[in-house]
Structures are given as structure tokens and as C-alpha cells.
Antibody, heavy 122, light 107 residues
């Protein structure tokens, strides 16, 4: 059974750096084709893909946010960490961790964490 | 970036109705399209992957079709549980992008 869970601060101040951790179980991030990523959703708005990291440490970012994003993995701990620098109130959103398989058998983002609401406010 | 445009933005329907939601990509994405259902306060759930494949455990009243730039999600007979927001997503090219969502409301 695949599960993912996000953790991190619920409130950050403008200009601060946000660090979110995704802790997962039920799969290995060392298996070929497997990736873990982040998607966010501002209140009442659409979903936005942020970043993905793959089993081979290939990292992909949304160019609209690239300069402020870093995604890393710790395979031994079954964790993926996302950092976002220079947070702004427009970054207030629910942040989701997702499982992804890259390849002909891909089901899209087939498993999601419960999400964590991050508010950016002074 | 590939733009994903859904229509309509809001859809009012009754239990038992057949409804169709469309999603158009700004360029061809082959069949690399997924549909998600999202209930208020919950994470999205994949319904359809690769445009027309039903995810395991999803009721057969949901179906998807299309390829290239034009896609549809059809619910053959609406159930009370189906009133939610539906989003399409392309995963052909980075950055992966979502449609703006279609809110399915009870008429």
C-alpha cells in the first residue's frame, strides 16, 4: 500500500524559505522509473505542478518557479524534501506530495498525500 | 508551456444524468492525459490515465477518450458521490500542466 505524507510549517513569513518533507512508504525511490513530486493549489484555484525527482536523481522543475525551488531525496529514509526560497503571500497554498511512474505504464500522479496548507503572512 | 483548457468551468446536473467535460491541449500530447476528481478539502484522485484507461477501483460509469489535443471525460449516470471538481493534466512534456478545473454541481 503506497502512502505519502507531507510535513512542514503551516505559517511562514514573506521572504523566508519554506522546507517541506514528504515521507512515503510502499515503494522505493531507487526503483527504475519511479518519481516523487510536488503539486500545489492556492485556495479556490487550479492545481500547479512544481517539481519531480526520479530514482536516478534526475530533477525536473516548473520553469515559472525554477529559480526558487530545490528538490532532493533521501532514499534510505524514504523522504523527499522541497525547498522554496523567498516566499510571498501568493505562495499561500495546499502543497501535495505525489507518486509518479515515468514510462509507458504511467498512470499520472497516481498517489497523493493528504496535503499541507502553508500560509505566507507577516 | 502546454496550456490545458477545460470546458465548462461549472456544470449543473442531476443524479442519473450523463455528463461530458472537455479538455483541450494547446499542442499535441498524444495520449498522455489524466483526469482527476477532487472533493472539497481532499486530495485529487486519478480516475483516468493515458486518456482512456480506467484507474483500478474507479467505477465503470467514468470513461475517457481522445488523443492529440482534444479529450473528454464522460460520466454515464451521475451518482451523488460524483459532485466534485474534475481536472485534466498533461504529462507529455515538462512542465506538466493542469486544466483550470470543472466544478460539477447538483442542479
Amino acid at each position: 500500500q503506497i502512502t505519502l505524507k507531507e510535513s512542514g510549517p503551516t505559517l511562514v513569513k514573506p521572504t523566508q524559505t519554506l522546507t517541506l518533507t514528504c515521507t512515503f512508504s510502499g515503494f522505493s525511490l531507487s526503483t527504475s522509473g519511479v518519481g516523487v513530486g510536488w503539486v500545489r493549489q492556492p485556495p479556490g484555484k487550479a492545481l500547479e505542478w512544481l517539481a519531480l525527482i526520479y530514482w536516478d536523481d534526475d530533477q525536473r522543475y516548473n520553469p515559472s518557479l525554477k529559480s526558487g525551488l530545490t528538490i532532493t531525496k533521501d532514499t534510505s529514509k524514504n523522504q523527499v524534501v522541497l525547498t522554496m526560497t523567498n516566499m510571498d503571500p501568493v505562495d499561500t497554498a495546499t502543497y501535495y506530495c505525489v507518486h509518479f511512474y515515468y514510462g509507458s505504464g504511467s498512470h499520472g500522479f497516481d498517489y497523493w498525500g493528504q496535503g499541507t496548507l502553508v500560509t505566507v503572512s507577516s | 508551456d502546454i496550456q490545458m483548457t477545460q470546458s465548462p468551468s461549472t456544470l449543473s446536473a442531476s443524479v442519473g444524468d450523463r455528463v461530458t467535460i472537455t479538455c483541450r491541449a494547446s499542442q499535441s500530447i498524444s495520449s498522455w492525459l489524466a483526469w482527476y476528481q477532487q472533493r472539497p478539502g481532499k486530495a485529487p484522485k486519478v480516475l483516468i490515465y493515458q486518456a482512456s484507461n480506467l484507474e483500478s477501483g474507479v467505477p465503470s460509469r467514468f470513461s475517457g477518450s481522445g488523443s492529440g489535443t482534444d479529450f473528454t471525460l464522460t460520466i454515464s449516470s451521475l451518482q451523488p458521490d460524483d459532485f466534485a471538481t474534475y481536472s485534466c493534466q498533461q504529462y507529455d512534456r515538462y512542465p506538466y500542466t493542469f486544466g483550470q478545473g470543472t466544478k460539477l454541481e447538483i442542479k
